[in-house]
């Protein structure tokens, strides 16, 4: 069939340009074998997006969903998975997994068969970075799959994100700050007392982290957690999807430094809880797919999601942003709670256009997007805390407005403050929603690959919550779930952060595009969701 044969429609907002810089060099080769994440309409999705829209205005649903429940009411219909089996077979592709509930079915055959299955012109794009296959324009539907399929993800395997971390420099090369203060490290309890988060160990609950690289070591984790005195280690399971593996680089600055801190941060916090870590490939399918296989996972069952990757959303194609949000609106819905690094380039997330960006997916409205600070203590108790801003090469809390989300309900009447001067109203999505220690100056101790170390960025901020969001589930006995709209209602659980920018903006009294509505108060946090009694947030998700 030819590419632009009137069967065919351009999938909206499947749309792809190569990366800057990067260069054509050929055809992909035809005979390379790859495997293809189709993505499905939801069945009732209008009642999804409503009782989602009411949890954001705190309104009683009724409990959350169990993953059984969920399958049931908005998966993907039996006739949608088995029209992609049809054409599927008709283009000599084989289904390898299906699952309604994340409404995903996942294709592999050739380079060739993709091309004439999707009519699209996968070629080999070379860039400074290295080299990946991809493609030009919009993947193209027959008529018995447009309205079918929602995102055909894959095809361009180009690094869908990057992690959120960042090593301290060398001594030498620590910069100086205005609040006179020298550089410093904390464990992770050290942290978790200094926000004053309750007593608890997270017992009972699962916190999911997704990784899209790199691998833990064992014996680090043992040793870690004995120096912490958590005789027990906590329990990690490793959880391979898209055939991603537990694969340590031997490199403590490449993504081994991403695991291991987001283990060790969530395992210091809440030692009783199990961690489920899924790794998959770094492209826009497999991070995907990670996601969704985290939120309908009825084996570990996880309440918590912790995601530290992320790029800027100019990066993405809309089909992606879409179907990622999609995701996270089933995870409100089951009563899991996602929380996601904000990124580390300050207000322009590392875009070198001159304009504003915000990193995603912390810019969904329908996760926890956690930001950064600076922290100095005195003693047990904080001393002072300021937006974290090392300048252009030391990193900076991200933050600012999305370009793709509306306005949530719980950020209605909000405003940004700018650096240069002056308020403006925010009319979008606003990022983050909270913030924790980032600066690297006052950064975490970490093991990675046998080596101790001190790590900051806002890849520690999101395991930081998980553990907390851990501690208060098993404590009250239930899942808080979708926590946005309840920190908003409730800023005076958080430590309003006033002092410093990111960049463009400004922190200020409330919330800001720097640090959200500040850093937790763990105790107040834990005391404003209390015991599980109440709706929307008493049944744990099954």
Known sequence: MARNSPA????????????????????????????????????????????????????????????????????????????????????????????????????????????????????????????????????????????????????????????????????????????????????????????????????????????????????????????????????????????????????????????????????????????????????????????????????????????????????????????????????AAMGVTVCVASGDNGSSDGVNDGANHVDFPASSPSVLACGGTRVQASGSKIAGESVWNDGAQGGAGGGGVSGFFALPAWQNGLQLTLTSGGNQALTMRGVPDVSGDADPETGYDVRIDGTDTVIGGTSAVAPLWAGLVARVNSTRGGPVGYINPHLYAAASSLNDVTTGNNGTYAARPGWDACTGLGSPDGTKIATLFGENTSSPTKSAAA
């Open 8 to 331: 065919r429609h351009p999938l909206k907002g499947s749309e792809r340009q190569p990366l800057p810089r990067a260069k054509a060099v050929g055809k992909a080769d035809p005979a390379e074998r790859l495997e293809v994440s189709i993505l499905l309409r939801r069945r009732n999705g209008a009642a999804l997006t409503e009782r989602v829209k009411k949890l954001a205005r705190r309104e009683d649903v009724g409990g959350h969903l169990s993953r059984a429940q969920f399958d049931q009411q908005f998966g993907a219909d039996g006739a949608d998975i088995a029209a992609v089996r049809k054409f599927a077979e008709a283009h000599g592709l084989a289904v390898v997994q299906e699952h309604a509930g994340r409404r995903t079915v996942v294709l592999s055959g050739t380079v060739a068969q993709f091309n004439a299955a999707f009519g699209v012109d996968l070629q080999r794009f070379e860039y400074e970075g290295g080299s990946y296959r991809g493609r030009v324009g919009a993947v193209q539907l027959p008529d018995e799959l447009q309205g079918v399929v929602e995102a055909v993800l894959g095809l361009d395997d180009r690094p869908a994100a990057k992690p959120h971390f960042r090593v301290r420099p060398s001594p030498g090369n620590v910069r100086w700050h205005a609040d006179g203060a020298g550089a410093t490290s904390f464990t992770p309890l050290q942290i978790a007392s200094l926000y004053d988060f309750p007593a608890g160990t997270g017992q009972g609950e699962c916190v999911a982290i997704i990784e899209l690289g790199g691998g833990e070591r064992t014996a680090d984790l043992t040793t870690y957690f004995s120096g912490l005195g958590i005789q027990k280690a906590p329990n990690v399971t490793a959880v391979s999807v898209d055939h991603g593996k537990d694969h340590p680089t031997g490199d403590p600055n490449g993504p081994d430094g991403e695991v291991m801190l987001d283990i060790e941060v969530v395992g210091a916090v809440a030692p009783g809880a199990n961690i489920a870590v899924y790794f998959a490939p770094n492209t826009d399918a497999g991070f995907l797919d990670a996601i969704t296989t985290a939120v309908h996972d009825t084996t570990s069952k996880p309440s918590i999601i912790s995601i530290s990757w992320g790029g800027p959303e100019s990066s993405w194609t809309q089909q992606a942003m879409t179907a990622f949000d999609s995701a996270f609106q089933a995870a």
